[in-house]
């Protein structure tokens, strides 16, 4: 039985989403969890999300044995067997034709910033940025929506991809003391969110300008080149 896993997790603790020859991975995790059970099936992850990003809402599919027909208990056993970092929010059967990364039509990304001074227990979680200038912000974000070629946002040396992507929306808003970047696109480059986030927090400083973005984005002149910290970042939901 073909079966759709909506998972979130802590990736501070891991080497990325997908599987990892030393075993630290979430990948690696929720295998483990499923040969405890005595299942052996082939994880599709919607995406994958690098070293120390986290997710809300990453989505996976696998093929389940046919005596698995209590999806509530499956979820409460493979909790119990993953740690505490992984966690199982939904479980629901799909046509056998469901393809998690495929047949995504959206992809959501959030990313955090906050004015205020990390803590022992969110310097993981979200990026300390001291003065927010959210006007400077909300028109520069804007910038990004439409087919772009990112070529000159994407980590060098990742494998070789399609520059163009299309974004089809941005927006920057304040949730009590924090502050989100929010993109939304089908699929992304390698580090493309860190990049487009960095360069608008350089933008937030007056280090840079609206105009050196969009000389960025059309390829006239390569500016910014330092993904901005992974903690920030958040898988937030897939669209099908």
């Not at 919607?46 to 990453?58: E, F, I, L, Y």
């Not at 946002?153 to 974004?167: A, P, Q, R, T, Y």
Request: charge should be positive.
């Amino acid at each position: 039985m073909n079966t759709k896993f909506t998972i979130s997790y802590d990736g501070t603790l891991y080497q990325g989403s997908q599987i990892q020859p030393n075993g630290k991975s979430v990948e690696n995790k929720l295998q483990e969890a499923f040969l405890s059970l005595n299942i052996k099936t082939k994880i599709i992850l919607s995406g994958r999300t690098d070293k120390n990003v986290h997710a809300t809402g990453q989505v996976f599919n696998c093929i389940l044995p046919s005596y698995w027909e209590d999806l509530k208990r499956l979820k409460d056993i493979l909790n119990r067997h993953l740690p505490l970092s992984i966690r199982v929010n939904k479980i629901s059967f799909v046509s056998d034709e469901f393809h998690s990364r495929f047949h995504a039509k959206k992809r959501v990304y959030r990313y955090l910033i906050t004015p205020k001074p990390l803590t022992a227990f969110n310097s993981k979680y979200i990026l300390h940025v001291p003065n927010i200038d959210e006007q400077k912000i909300k028109e520069a974000i804007k910038l990004y929506i439409g087919v772009h070629d990112f070529e000159y946002f994407h980590k060098k040396g990742s494998d070789k991809e399609k520059f163009i992507k299309e974004i089809f929306d941005t927006c920057f808003y304040k949730y009590k003391d924090i502050y989100v970047f929010k993109f939304i696109a089908n699929s992304y480059l390698r580090s493309q969110i860190r990049l487009m986030v960095g360069f608008l927090i350089k933008i937030n400083e007056g280090k840079l300008t609206k105009e050196d973005l969009l000389l960025q984005l059309n390829k006239q002149k390569h500016i910014y080149k330092t993904p901005a910290s992974p903690y920030g970042l958040y898988l937030a939901k897939v669209f099908y």
